[in-house]
């Protein structure tokens, strides 16, 4: 159905899933756009994570209503699409749960953002905690420090107690973990990496680093670019939303079934 | 093999006569189980594998490979290394049963595998280390191995210790193999001799020989040389008799009186009533339960959960069974087949004539289209109520709206058409399980396994405790051996509601041993994380089971599968018909209402008939995934670590090569290597010398951990 002319006034800037506040007067700074449990709707594919992304971008715009809220803790009104309360999750017993989030970051990653992806996530899973928080950032040498503030946020979670691991990708060198191990207070223990293209070999200078660091390598199957500017901008104009519109962070989550190892849920905000 | 009870079985004219007592106390007991543990939830995956083995002795002077009888001495000493280990307070590594076969061993995990993805990785080495540890049981001629048909077994002079067959007398009456093959425990030949007596006559198989360049055509077997006293003389009276009614009264002519020259006797098939020319004939139980097979059973969280992967991974069965097909020879000849399923299927029909359709019923109760080894023929259903999950809510109060206002969860997918086949099932057993709270699809499941009578029944055993013993239950379900099992819990343990894989051969290796074992779990996590629906039609299914039979029919067959298996492509918009974002589709299928395409029913459960190489691999041109692909996408979507990934990959890609003909499956091999052997004659017999040579090229592959040309 379409949503165009239920509460948007053009123009519109957004914040949350998408960002950058545009003009000024506009109605809403702010819109979260949540795909909900995509686990099991039709919009699986085995395609990738960028296709899977935007069919249920596209299965949301189309099927949820835009609905007002409050921003937690502010009072800047967010226009929120789609529901990501999963009542799947709330049957099971939280120990036998294991829930990570990768946290995909476009360009300027500031410490509100891990804020507003953990606020949001931790009410709509019901749960205060989280098992592995996964950061994709596409570092080079030399930005490295711009992650940092984030990450000292995601520290901050962890002496918490509210998030067990921490994680990298996108981290495309054995030098550039090594100084960013550094730098950090607590370590990443997971690293996404990418391997030669139709094999599953590390570069041996990673693998090494690994044993020596102590994290744990694993495979990260999403391209760069998971969500561009453009595709979001051009999905939003299909749906006759009439807004310019930048991602300023997206999250993904996951919950698997450890007993069992099923996947309960999955879903993009 | 079912369980082993002990104690002192009935003759088969006493047995039958308590046919319905343990009927009557096993749907009792089944309805005890039942109320007391049908919401039994949250069990966690544990899962293990059986696999079969024969023991060879070697003769090294003679240069034979013969079945090795000793191997129940090596069972002894397994068991008992199982005993003191679990006595001196050790996790025993592996246990071991008995086989029909008494040259056969069985082995399975000490404990049961757990349920992460890096437990998947210690199948191999505990197949392996199964391996080695039988092999240390054994004299030093001796070798075990794990081939589906032994090549030789029932020709003259295949066992060691070699004993004479006894047509006319004891528990098979086979011409071909001695009683001494069985395996000695009660239990074995009592079930062989009252399989034959309920039938009224021996088992006949027939398997069409394969035809070779120098195979005459048609093929009518030469007696072999240790047959040629016995049907030289007139058939023993219950030889004749033991063969089936219908192919008796053409071959009178030769049996009665005749004195035959047993230098120039006719062929097998003119001598014996049930042998059919251009066939590999054989005549008791010994064939097919003396194969070996590979067995996989897991738990699941629930009794729903069960019911759903019996279902789903019921459509799988025949495309495994052609996979893993590995049975190209039967009684010395290259079959026409690659599988052992039918052979079996043959080797333990005890349905009357009656009951086969070639008289009209007037002593047995039904017409059963099946023998009691054979393809499933009910889909279970997951049941009513079910929402997906396996929490209390599930069944307490399913969630507000009703269970469809969730995305679909499995449940919705079965439909009652699913079930076409003509199923005979006791209508008084049926109404039992209602009136006892069972639902309809699983009454009619257990009414239709219980048409068929207990072959086995202990003296000592009759009267039970239903509420503590499911003996009698067990009787009745053990003995129907079918493509899936659905186990019930036992009454008295900590062990939830579990599905048995059923349908695939054994290999020759531990790497694909171990590939397929871990290909069917990781398959079992796909079906359920992204709520596949395979369901089709079960003739559709059984059609399947016929086809994956065929020579190399891996490759050239065609096989049911349905094509849409993601969730419900009625509830997926317009938009997305070809799977294009953004595209407006003018309803392809139907009519396009409010930017939702209404798929018609026939359309979205329609399946198509594709090779197993687009059923594993995908086939783009449908959209189809592909088995491994959707296996793929749930093992990067769990996301183990990368040395995990790298193994179970490993294994993916074996089954993909073997789907695509890169590899070619054991029965493939098997076959090659007899046709291409220098005393092999091309007339589709494999002599002993071609069996020795293909024994010691097996052997010697060690651990068979990489085998170039057939799992590497």
């Keep these: 159905m379409s949503v165009c002319d239920v509460q948007l006034q053009p123009p519109l800037a957004q914040r949350g899933k998408k960002s950058r506040p545009d003009e000024s007067g506009s109605a809403f700074q702010h819109v979260l756009l949540s795909t909900g449990n995509i686990a099991q709707t039709a919009t699986r594919t085995t395609t990738g994570s960028r296709d899977e992304l935007l069919q249920s971008l596209e299965h949301t715009l189309t099927s949820s209503t835009p609905i007002q809220l409050q921003e937690p803790n502010s009072n800047v009104p967010i226009l929120t699409i789609g529901n990501t309360t999963s009542s799947d999750i709330l049957a099971e017993d939280r120990t036998d749960l294991d829930i990570t989030i990768k946290l995909f970051i476009p360009s300027h990653p500031t410490p509100s953002h891990v804020h507003q992806t953990l606020t949001h996530l931790t009410t709509s899973l019901q749960t205060t905690t989280i098992d592995t928080v996964i950061v994709y950032w596409p570092a080079s040498s030399s930005s490295l420090l711009k992650l940092l503030p984030l990450w000292r946020e995601l520290e901050r979670y962890v002496k918490e107690g509210k998030i067990a691991n921490l994680g990298v990708s996108g981290f495309t060198g054995a030098d550039q973990l090594r100084a960013w ?4 207070e607590i370590k990443p223990t997971k690293v996404q990496v990418r391997t030669e293209a139709g094999t599953l070999r590390v570069a041996p200078e990673i693998m090494k680093l690994s044993l020596t660091e102590g994290f744990e390598l694993y495979l990260d199957t999403d391209p760069d670019d998971i969500l561009s500017h453009r ?5 939003t104009d299909i749906h006759s939303l009439p807004v310019v519109i930048h991602p300023s962070w997206i999250a993904r989550y996951q919950v698997v079934v450890k007993t069992r190892q099923v996947l309960l849920s999955r879903g993009y905000v | 093999m079912g369980l082993l009870s002990l ?3 009935l003759p088969w004219d006493e047995a039958k006569n308590h046919a319905d007592h343990v009927r009557k106390h096993g749907i009792i007991q089944f309805l005890n189980i039942w109320r007391r543990l049908r919401n039994r939830r949250r069990d966690k995956l544990l899962w293990g594998d059986e696999v079969e083995y024969v023991v060879v002795s070697y003769n090294d002077g003679e240069k034979r490979a013969k079945l090795s009888l000793r191997a129940h001495d090596a069972l002894a000493k397994l068991q008992q290394i199982e005993i003191d280990d679990i006595a001196s307070g050790r996790i025993a590594d592996s246990s071991w049963k008995p086989e029909y076969g008494r040259y056969m061993l069985e082995g399975t995990p000490g404990v049961p595998y757990g349920s992460t993805l890096e437990d ?4 191999e080495d505990n197949m392996r280390r199964r391996r080695q540890l039988a092999q240390s049981c054994l004299k030093p001629n001796e070798a075990v191995f794990t081939f589906t048909s032994f090549p030789r077994l029932g020709t003259c002079n295949s066992l060691e210790p070699g004993t004479e067959p ?15 093959a069985i395996n000695p425990h009660a239990r074995f030949p009592t079930l062989t001799a009252n399989i034959r007596l309920r039938r009224g006559s021996k088992v006949s198989i027939n398997m069409p020989i394969f035809h070779d360049t120098n195979t005459p055509k048609p093929w009518y077997e030469p007696v072999p040389p240790c047959l040629t006293r016995t049907l030289s003389q007139p058939l023993p009276a219950v030889l004749s008799h033991g063969c089936s009614d219908g192919t008796r009264a053409q071959k009178e002519e030769h049996l009665c009186n005749e004195s035959l020259n047993p230098k120039a006797l006719p062929s097998l098939q003119e001598l014996v009533p049930d042998a059919l020319a251009d066939h590999i004939y054989m005549d008791c139980m010994c064939f097919g339960m003396g194969c070996c097979c590979l067995q996989i059973t897991f738990q699941a969280c629930s009794v729903e959960e069960a019911r759903r992967l019996y279902d789903q991974l019921t459509v799988v069965t025949p495309v495994m069974l052609a996979l893993t097909a590995a049975a190209p020879i039967f009684r010395g000849y290259l079959a026409d087949v690659d599988v052992r399923w039918s052979v079996i299927a043959g080797s333990v029909d005890d349905r009357t004539a009656e009951e086969r359709g070639l008289q009209p019923l007037k002593n047995s109760r039904y017409r059963i289209p099946k023998s009691r080894y054979e393809s499933i023929s009910l889909y279970l259903s997951p049941g009513p109520n079910y929402s997906g999950g396996c929490s209390e809510t599930d069944v307490e109060s399913p969630p507000p709206g009703g269970v469809s206002s969730r995305p679909t969860r499995g449940g919705e997918f079965f439909k009652d058409k699913y079930n076409d086949l003509e199923v005979p099932f006791d209508k008084e057993i049926y109404r039992q ?10 009454a009619k499941h257990y009414a239709h396994l219980f048409i068929r009578d207990p ?3 202990f003296q000592e055993l009759l009267e039970q405790d239903d509420t503590a013993s499911s003996d009698h239950f067990e009787n009745i379900q053990s003995t129907n051996w079918q493509t899936m099992r659905f186990k019930p819990p036992p009454p008295a343990s900590d062990i939830g509601w579990r599905v048995e894989f059923r349908s695939m051969e054994i290999q020759l290796t531990d790497k694909e041993n171990a590939a397929f074992a871990v290909f069917v779990v990781l398959l079992t996590r796909a079906i359920l994380s992204f709520d596949l629906n395979f369901y089709i ?12 039979h065929g020579r190399d029919a891996v490759l050239g067959e065609r096989f049911w599968f349905r094509r849409n298996v993601f969730g419900n492509p009625a509830k997926r918009p317009a938009e997305f018909q070809n799977g294009v974002p953004g595209s407006v589709v003018n309803g392809v299928n139907g009519t396009s209402v409010n930017g939702v395409a209404e798929v018609r029913e026939e359309d979205e459960d329609v399946c198509d008939e594709m090779t197993i190489d687009e059923i594993i691999n995908g086939k783009p041109s449908t959209s189809f995934p592909g088995l491994i692909p959707l296996v793929r996408a749930y093992l990067h979507t769990i996301s183990p670590p990368i040395s995990t990934l790298h193994r179970l990959e490993s294994y993916l890609e074996l089954i993909s090569k073997k789907a695509n003909g890169e590899l070619p499956t054991t029965a493939r091999w098997i076959r090659e290597f007899v046709r291409g052997h220098k005393g092999y004659k091309g007339d589709s017999k494999v002599s002993e010398e071609v069996l020795w040579d293909l024994c010691k090229v097996v052997e010697g592959w060690k651990d068979g951990r990489e085998v170039v040309g057939l799992n590497a």
């Excluded at chain 2, 006319?168 to 193999?177: E, K, V, Y």
């Excluded at chain 2, 039609?537 to 994956?548: A, F, H, Q, T, Y």
Aim: net charge negative.
């Design chain 2, 120 to 123: 998947l990785l210690t199948v």
């Design chain 2, 166 to 180: 006894t047509p006319d007398t004891g528990a098979s009456c086979s011409l071909f193999i001695p009683d001494e």
């Design chain 1, 181 to 184: 191990n550094q730098l950090v």
């Design chain 1, 231 to 235: 595709t979001l901008q051009r999905v």
């Design chain 2, 455 to 457: 072959l086995v029944i």
């Design chain 2, 537 to 548: 039609p079960l003739s559709k299914v059984d059609e399947n089971m016929r086809r994956g």
């Design chain 2, 7 to 9: 104690g002192t079985p």
């Design chain 2, 433 to 442: 399980l209602i009136d006892g709270g069972v639902d309809e699809h699983l």
